[in-house]
């Protein structure tokens, strides 16, 4: 009964997903937005909570289509290391299922026979004897089972190790783009080493298709671990230590992920989004990003606001401020979520998140300044304009 | 006041089993707490300090308050009776232990009401039931609660270890004349290892939870990675104690299957000597697997793949003990009383968390699941579908001896039954919540990920688990008061406890048996076929 469960459940999760990736990679041109749009109620200043779906769509609809099985399933993966993860995943559940079925299958079996056994036993009443035969083992049956299960162990260690030197996390793949992903309660930072200008962005990754991306993986205070299921597998930040992790995304599209070790009071809302963009499209990003903060004289006051008070303590505005515990805003405007991926980037969930980000982030280790309503009118106005 | 001053191990062992299940019943509505908020999607049921707090408490009480004294109370209450003994070595020593593990868990849940000292009331530890540093510092854990953490563990730990000694003495000291080493119980053979896995293995944790004391209150500097401390340390630290740990929490159960299985198939355990030695291989295996733990902590290839196959390599010895059981299982005749089917039960339920265990030993797959729902369903198959069903079998199966009355056996069946399907409701689900890539310790979760589905089903299986617990309690409390006397033999079983009365005199034994082989009671009842003959 439990194996129908487990295989139906699997099944309905993963198994499908080969096939239907198939089809879709014959007709991805004509492929609907296939991610439903996110219903996302953000809970609001005063405490309701407001459905900002029409808003803004936090999913959006140029991500990689996926046949249903979800988002971040480790059976849809879109990048070498999380498709022969998958590989190698399939045979050792087979190898797993084939035991599954003798154990269980010996254990109804004898269930079976022993209670039959019994009946009879009861049947025959005093005239049978007491007790049924003992047997107290037997040398042959006991090698076999022995040494059946050190063979399988055996080639299941090899294939193991197989996949780990395939995978290879300890070198950078030929031709890799190097990023730097530092770990930090609760959002994450992102810094591309580049002779042109070293870009630094929040939360959201962007990363050309096509191309290797070495992960070198930090942490500014406890320990966390990135994990985008459908790129690689996870790999911890430590404090002290650099790890190293790579992946090459497949597709254009958006990948989601997000802390997996615990990391303290917001573990929870530590999301990934890693956007992978065509090269042009990225080289034009990168462009980008190594810009200066707009100075749009229109939202002086916003600007004079936020060096005023303590906003640059923490933030970095190139040009304007070089705070570092918190993200850097220098292009805010051109991300789509605040909060580490979780709050759909607009103006009034910024308002209300500058207001008192703890309202939407319990536990959130940015300060409410208590700014008065035209100064968060203000200041939110100027952030807006960081694109 | 009788039962406060006792040195009796009878007395003793109820009094751990009995503050176990209290400790059983916090612990589950802690979980079934955790289950209502994550029932949907970006719920707002708890807020996120309090449901870390939850899963910290959860984890800690059942590993430490639950775990580990109901199941070295059955150790207490059995290794006497069973090697015919009229006492554990050091009975002093016993109550000792027993009064250290009272205290360290009350010191552990004091933390509710006084961790934050002058901060206010209400800060138990949330720090994970595996307090990784640097989270642990004092930078990031401000109050006491984490301190409370250290202390509570350290004295129940103190207590285990005395156990510990308690069982290896009586065990090589006390067994009475004719029982051999490889004539002993079954059980006493787990509990031995156990004992020396408890011996190996908790003073790791104590000396770990010392350093991380010295962190806190002195500012040494073990696990700060500011000043050349390190993080990973605490991880090797703590895994060498903790997967040791799971061995502790499990050996005991297979020695609650190695007893039951055998007098409810009416034939002798299959293959006694291979046990012995399956137990005595997992026990040292145990203690080269704890890495595993690590694997996405980036020890390298090399160190991950000797983690990965020495953990493919325990699953040698465990599936010979599965085997074992079924083989004696086979050609017997099988009475499907409440005992039976919880160890019935426990074989088909280890098998399965093996089987994910087997996928989790697989290094790149485990990239991937770690620390993700799949982790949790598979050692709550371990743990749950394991150790407690174990322990509601061993239950149900000495209960008789204990008090001299029989538990009702139609409520038994029933809480057998609301247990098997609330577990596999809550548990299946999560295997499969996990490979969509929901990682555990999330006090939420977004909408459009696909994990709603899967997360309500485990939560709706904790109301009926609840209901399987609650006709467990009220069917114990029924029958303490007029359940029907069970005679010193209900089950027509073969170990020396069942030849004394139930319950037993404080002396257990009139006069010091004799025995002439594993079954000393099945060579009294079958004089013209014993065991002896065929040693």
Same mark, same amino acid.
């Given at each position: 009964?439990?194996?129908?469960?487990?295989?139906?459940?699997?099944?309905?999760?993963?198994?499908?997903?080969?096939?239907?990736?198939?089809?879709?990679?014959?007709?991805?041109?004509?492929?609907?937005?296939?991610?439903?749009?996110?219903?996302?109620?953000?809970?609001?200043?005063?405490?309701?909570?407001?459905?900002?779906?029409?808003?803004?769509?936090?999913?959006?609809?140029?991500?990689?289509?996926?046949?249903?099985?979800?988002?971040?399933?480790?059976?849809?993966?879109?990048?070498?290391?999380?498709?022969?993860?998958?590989?190698?995943?399939?045979?050792?559940?087979?190898?797993?299922?084939?035991?599954?079925?003798?154990?269980?299958?010996?254990?109804?079996?004898?269930?079976?026979?022993?209670?039959?056994?019994?009946?009879?036993?009861?049947?025959?009443?005093?005239?049978?004897?007491?007790?049924?035969?003992?047997?107290?083992?037997?040398?042959?049956?006991?090698?076999?089972?022995?040494?059946?299960?050190?063979?399988?162990?055996?080639?299941?260690?090899?294939?193991?190790?197989?996949?780990?030197?395939?995978?290879?996390?300890?070198?950078?793949?030929?031709?890799?783009?190097?990023?730097?992903?530092?770990?930090?309660?609760?959002?994450?930072?992102?810094?591309?080493?580049?002779?042109?200008?070293?870009?630094?962005?929040?939360?959201?990754?962007?990363?050309?298709?096509?191309?290797?991306?070495?992960?070198?993986?930090?942490?500014?205070?406890?320990?966390?671990?990135?994990?985008?299921?459908?790129?690689?597998?996870?790999?911890?930040?430590?404090?002290?230590?650099?790890?190293?992790?790579?992946?090459?995304?497949?597709?254009?599209?958006?990948?989601?992920?997000?802390?997996?070790?615990?990391?303290?009071?917001?573990?929870?809302?530590?999301?990934?989004?890693?956007?992978?963009?065509?090269?042009?499209?990225?080289?034009?990003?990168?462009?980008?990003?190594?810009?200066?903060?707009?100075?749009?004289?229109?939202?002086?006051?916003?600007?004079?606001?936020?060096?005023?008070?303590?906003?640059?303590?923490?933030?970095?505005?190139?040009?304007?401020?070089?705070?570092?515990?918190?993200?850097?805003?220098?292009?805010?405007?051109?991300?789509?979520?605040?909060?580490?991926?979780?709050?759909?980037?607009?103006?009034?969930?910024?308002?209300?998140?500058?207001?008192?980000?703890?309202?939407?982030?319990?536990?959130?280790?940015?300060?409410?300044?208590?700014?008065?309503?035209?100064?968060?009118?203000?200041?939110?106005?100027?952030?807006?304009?960081?694109? | 006041?009788?039962?406060?001053?006792?040195?009796?191990?009878?007395?003793?062992?109820?009094?751990?089993?009995?503050?176990?299940?209290?400790?059983?019943?916090?612990?589950?509505?802690?979980?079934?707490?955790?289950?209502?908020?994550?029932?949907?999607?970006?719920?707002?049921?708890?807020?996120?300090?309090?449901?870390?707090?939850?899963?910290?408490?959860?984890?800690?009480?059942?590993?430490?308050?639950?775990?580990?004294?109901?199941?070295?109370?059955?150790?207490?209450?059995?290794?006497?009776?069973?090697?015919?003994?009229?006492?554990?070595?050091?009975?002093?020593?016993?109550?000792?232990?027993?009064?250290?593990?009272?205290?360290?868990?009350?010191?552990?849940?004091?933390?509710?009401?006084?961790?934050?000292?002058?901060?206010?009331?209400?800060?138990?530890?949330?720090?994970?039931?595996?307090?990784?540093?640097?989270?642990?510092?004092?930078?990031?854990?401000?109050?006491?609660?984490?301190?409370?953490?250290?202390?509570?563990?350290?004295?129940?730990?103190?207590?285990?270890?005395?156990?510990?000694?308690?069982?290896?003495?009586?065990?090589?000291?006390?067994?009475?004349?004719?029982?051999?080493?490889?004539?002993?119980?079954?059980?006493?053979?787990?509990?031995?290892?156990?004992?020396?896995?408890?011996?190996?293995?908790?003073?790791?944790?104590?000396?770990?939870?010392?350093?991380?004391?010295?962190?806190?209150?002195?500012?040494?500097?073990?696990?700060?990675?500011?000043?050349?401390?390190?993080?990973?340390?605490?991880?090797?630290?703590?895994?060498?104690?903790?997967?040791?740990?799971?061995?502790?929490?499990?050996?005991?159960?297979?020695?609650?299957?190695?007893?039951?299985?055998?007098?409810?198939?009416?034939?002798?355990?299959?293959?006694?000597?291979?046990?012995?030695?399956?137990?005595?291989?997992?026990?040292?295996?145990?203690?080269?697997?704890?890495?595993?733990?690590?694997?996405?902590?980036?020890?390298?290839?090399?160190?991950?793949?000797?983690?990965?196959?020495?953990?493919?390599?325990?699953?040698?010895?465990?599936?010979?003990? &599965?085997?074992?059981?079924?083989?004696?299982?086979?050609?017997?005749?099988?009475?499907?009383?409440?005992?039976?089917?919880?160890?019935?039960?426990?074989?088909?339920?280890?098998?399965?968390?093996?089987?994910?265990?087997?996928?989790?030993?697989?290094?790149?797959?485990?990239?991937?699941?770690?620390?993700?729902?799949?982790?949790?369903?598979?050692?709550?198959?371990?743990?749950?579908?394991?150790?407690?069903?174990? &322990?509601?079998?061993?239950?149900?199966?000495?209960?008789?001896?204990?008090?001299?009355?029989?538990?009702?056996?139609?409520?038994?069946?029933?809480?057998?039954?609301?247990?098997?399907?609330?577990?596999?409701?809550?548990?299946?689900?999560?295997?499969?919540?996990?490979?969509?890539?929901?990682?555990?310790?999330?006090?939420?979760?977004?909408?459009?990920?696909?994990?709603? &589905?899967?997360?309500? &089903?485990?939560?709706?299986?904790?109301?009926?688990?609840?209901?399987?617990?609650?006709?467990?309690?009220?069917?114990?409390?029924?029958?303490?008061?007029?359940?029907?006397?069970?005679?010193?033999?209900?089950?027509?079983?073969?170990?020396?406890?069942?030849?004394?009365?139930?319950?037993?005199?404080?002396?257990?034994?009139?006069?010091?048996?004799?025995?002439?082989?594993?079954?000393?009671?099945?060579?009294?009842?079958?004089?013209?076929?014993?065991?002896?003959?065929?040693?």
């Amino acid at each position: 009964m439990i194996a129908i469960v487990f295989c139906i459940a699997l099944g309905v999760a993963g198994m499908a997903a080969p096939v239907e990736a198939s089809q879709e990679d014959a007709n991805a041109a004509a492929a609907a937005p296939p991610v439903p749009p996110a219903p996302a109620p953000v809970r609001q200043p005063d405490g309701s909570v407001a459905d900002l779906d029409a808003k803004l769509v936090i999913c959006d609809p140029d991500a990689p289509p996926v046949s249903g099985a979800g988002v971040t399933s480790i059976f849809e993966p879109e990048s070498p290391p999380s498709r022969e993860i998958r590989e190698l995943g399939f045979l050792v559940f087979a190898i797993c299922i084939g035991i599954f079925v003798v154990v269980q299958g010996f254990l109804v079996l004898a269930i079976v026979r022993g209670v039959r056994s019994r009946r009879a036993a009861g049947r025959e009443g005093e005239g049978g004897s007491a007790e049924p035969t003992q047997v107290y083992g037997s040398v042959p049956i006991e090698v076999a089972w022995t040494v059946i299960p050190t063979i399988i162990v055996f080639v299941l260690t090899m294939v193991t190790i197989r996949t780990i030197r395939d995978i290879d996390i300890t070198s950078p793949p030929e031709d890799a783009l190097e990023v730097i992903v530092i770990g930090h309660q609760w959002w994450w930072e992102f810094r591309y080493p580049d002779e042109a200008g070293e870009v630094v962005t929040a939360n959201e990754m962007h990363v050309p298709v096509g191309r290797p991306i070495w992960l070198r993986l930090e942490s500014a205070d406890v320990i966390h671990s990135f994990w985008v299921p459908r790129l690689a597998g996870k790999m911890d930040l430590i404090p002290g230590r650099t790890n190293y992790t790579w992946f090459e995304a497949e597709r254009a599209g958006i990948y989601l992920g997000q802390c997996a070790e615990y990391c303290g009071t917001q573990h929870a809302h530590m999301l990934i989004r890693v956007y992978a963009d065509e090269p042009e499209a990225f080289d034009a990003w990168l462009d980008a990003q190594r810009k200066p903060g707009v100075e749009d004289p229109t939202v002086a006051e916003g600007r004079r606001v936020f060096a005023e008070y303590a906003c640059l303590n923490c933030h970095t505005v190139d040009g304007t401020s070089d705070g570092m515990f918190g993200p850097n805003l220098t292009h805010l405007a051109s991300r789509d979520t605040i909060g580490s991926g979780f709050i759909p980037l607009n103006r009034e969930n910024l308002r209300a998140w500058i207001d008192d980000p703890a309202q939407l982030k319990i536990g959130c280790n940015m300060p409410s300044l208590k700014l008065d309503a035209a100064e968060l009118d203000a200041v939110t106005d100027y952030l807006l304009t960081l694109n | 006041m009788q039962w406060a001053i006792s040195v009796d191990h009878k007395k003793l062992a109820l009094m751990y089993i009995g503050a176990g299940l209290c400790f059983f019943l916090v612990a589950g509505l802690e979980a079934a707490f955790m289950r209502l908020q994550l029932a949907r999607a970006e719920n707002d049921v708890i807020d996120p300090e309090t449901f870390n707090q939850l899963f910290t408490m959860h984890g800690t009480t059942m590993v430490f308050l639950v775990g580990m004294p109901i199941l070295l109370g059955f150790g207490n209450y059995l290794i006497p009776l069973m090697v015919g003994a009229r006492d554990m070595a050091f009975p002093r020593l016993n109550a000792f232990g027993f009064w250290l593990f009272i205290f360290g868990g009350l010191l552990l849940y004091f933390s509710y009401l006084g961790a934050d000292g002058l901060y206010g009331a209400g800060t138990a530890p949330d720090v994970g039931w595996f307090a990784y540093a640097p989270l642990t510092s004092r930078t990031f854990s401000r109050g006491n609660s984490t301190d409370y953490w250290i202390l509570g563990i350290m004295v129940s730990g103190f207590g285990s270890m005395t156990t510990a000694i308690n069982f290896i003495a009586t065990i090589l000291c006390m067994r009475c004349p004719g029982m051999t080493l490889m004539r002993m119980p079954m059980i006493g053979w787990m509990m031995l290892v156990v004992a020396f896995l408890v011996l190996v293995a908790i003073p790791i944790l104590t000396g770990a939870q010392i350093m991380l004391l010295l962190d806190r209150t002195l500012g040494a500097h073990f696990f700060d990675p500011e000043t050349q401390g390190s993080a990973i340390l605490w991880q090797h630290l703590f895994w060498f104690f903790g997967h040791p740990e799971v061995y502790i929490l499990i050996l005991p159960a297979f020695g609650f299957v190695s007893e039951i299985m055998p007098t409810f198939s009416r034939k002798v355990l299959f293959g006694y000597p291979l046990m012995v030695a399956a137990t005595v291989g997992i026990g040292f295996i145990s203690l080269g697997v704890w890495a595993h733990h690590m694997f996405v902590v980036g020890l390298g290839p090399v160190l991950d793949s000797f983690f990965g196959a020495t953990t493919f390599l325990i699953s040698v010895p465990t599936g010979i003990k &599965i085997f074992n059981w079924l083989g004696t299982m086979w050609g017997g005749r099988l009475h499907f009383t409440t005992p039976m089917l919880f160890v019935t039960g426990f074989v088909a339920m280890f098998v399965i968390g093996g089987l994910t265990g087997i996928m989790l030993a697989t290094v790149p797959l485990t990239w991937q699941l770690s620390d993700s729902y799949f982790v949790v369903g598979h050692f709550h198959y371990v743990l749950f579908g394991g150790t407690v069903f174990g &322990i509601f079998g061993a239950i149900f199966y000495w209960f008789p001896k204990a008090t001299g009355r029989l538990l009702d056996e139609r409520l038994g069946k029933w809480t057998f039954w609301l247990l098997f399907i609330g577990f596999t409701l809550t548990f299946m689900p999560m295997h499969v919540s996990g490979a969509l890539g929901m990682p555990r310790r999330i006090y939420t979760y977004e909408a459009d990920r696909g994990w709603e &589905i899967w997360n309500l &089903i485990s939560s709706i299986g904790v109301p009926v688990q609840m209901a399987g617990v609650a006709i467990f309690l009220w069917n114990a409390i029924r029958a303490l008061r007029r359940g029907p006397v069970a005679g010193d033999d209900p089950w027509d079983a073969w170990t020396l406890e069942w030849g004394t009365t139930s319950p037993p005199p404080e002396w257990n034994f009139d006069r010091i048996p004799t025995c002439t082989s594993a079954r000393p009671l099945w060579d009294r009842k079958n004089p013209e076929d014993p065991d002896a003959y065929y040693e």
